[in-house]
């Protein structure tokens, strides 16, 4: 057998549960959603919600035996992988090690309804032993419909097309040329205490894989 075969073959496993692991995630944070709290709620206030997981748990394994069947083989049992939700696996990130972001969307959001590029976003550099608390601030504010429409942040899953040790949280506006509201949301994240100048990227430079290097800036704002 070809050893790039081989190796193909055996990270297999991994890479299908990688796969089973995010469609989960969304699900969860979509089920427990419409039942009411955030799953970050339900983590940082140490609620068990464990009927509720396993009601979701056993409607994706109806709908995706395999995907389910690949988190049974990683993990050992469902009972393991709530434990990782209640750790805080997918809601703080120096505890999420298995996706490269935490995502949330601000209210009402939703991807077919923006032009993607037209979107834009403040980035925000954060040491380590920061991005814990820096990222809940962004997160409640865009839950609560004070910034843009959707933040990330970076986890301490190794991401290899990293280009800084830091972490980084990215807050999304709809249209970068409406400068009033990129604005605004800038003003917010001052008050929020990201009170150090940070730049603004729009997607299309994104798309098009440029990035800041030396003698050339991509930032189409900074304040």
Known sequence: MDPEENELEENEPEALSDVAYGLFEVLLNRGLRSRGPYLFELVEKGVDFRPDFDTIFDGFRSEYPPLADALIQRFGSPDAIYARFRDGEGVIPSKTSLMYWIVQDAP?????????????????????????????????????????????????????????????????????????????????????????????KRNIETFRGEYSQKGKKVTFYSA
């Not at 800084?164 to 409406?178: G, L, S």
């Open 108 to 200: 009402g959001a939703a991807p077919g309804q923006v032009d993607d590029e037209k979107v834009g976003k403040w980035l925000i550099f954060l040491e380590e032993d920061q991005v814990d608390e820096g990222w809940r601030r962004v997160r409640d504010d865009t839950c609560a419909g004070l910034l843009g429409i959707s933040s990330k942040v970076s986890t301490v899953k190794p991401n290899p097309e990293s280009r800084d040790r830091r972490k980084v949280i990215y807050v999304y506006t709809k249209d970068w040329a409406d400068e009033a509201d990129v604005m605004q949301v800038r003003e917010r994240l001052r008050e929020r205490g990201f009170t150090e100048r940070i730049g603004y």
